[in-house]
């Protein structure tokens, strides 16, 4: 029998999923609360750097959040001249990060990234809750998970 897909690549999925159901989006991206990249659906863009971005983005958001008085942060939403990031909080485990053209229905990704991120945040948990045993060594393949942190 086949082997169960691993967190990562469930988390990937939903990514791609975000993409093609709605209209505008170019890419999408998970990444820890430090920067470590989870997975992605970028093209054209490095996604180590891109998730380094989102966590400081997140960070930000988060302090700012709290310190307005204004609760837990669910999202961020920057607005540039070409384009949307639109920052989730996914969980103590995992940052969403989206990225859409200049016209992208922002209520639309509101909407579709809610089921999204509660799936996400489903499977980031269970990486989270993964035993450290693949340190010594023996690597599993999986660039960017969130236990491979061997400071370097």
Known sequence: ????????????????????NV??????????ADGLLVAHDLQDMEPTQVAALVAATHAVAVRSS????????????TRGSDGYLA????????????LGVSDLNVAML????RKMIDRITEHAAALARRPR???????DG???????RNGG
């Open 66 to 77: 709290l310190s307005t008085q204004c609760g837990q942060l669910k999202e961020v939403i």
């Open 110 to 113: 509101n909407f579709q990234a």
């Open 23 to 32: 209209p505008g989006v170019r890419g999408s991206i998970t990444a820890t």
């Open 87 to 98: 920052v989730y909080s996914a969980g103590p485990a995992a940052i969403i990060a989206v």
């Open 142 to 148: 999986q660039e960017g998970q969130p236990d491979s």
């Open 133 to 139: 045993t693949d340190q010594a060594g023996q690597g």
């Open 1 to 20: 029998m086949g082997e169960e897909p691993s967190a990562t690549d469930l988390i990937a999925d939903e990514l791609r999923l975000i993409r093609s």
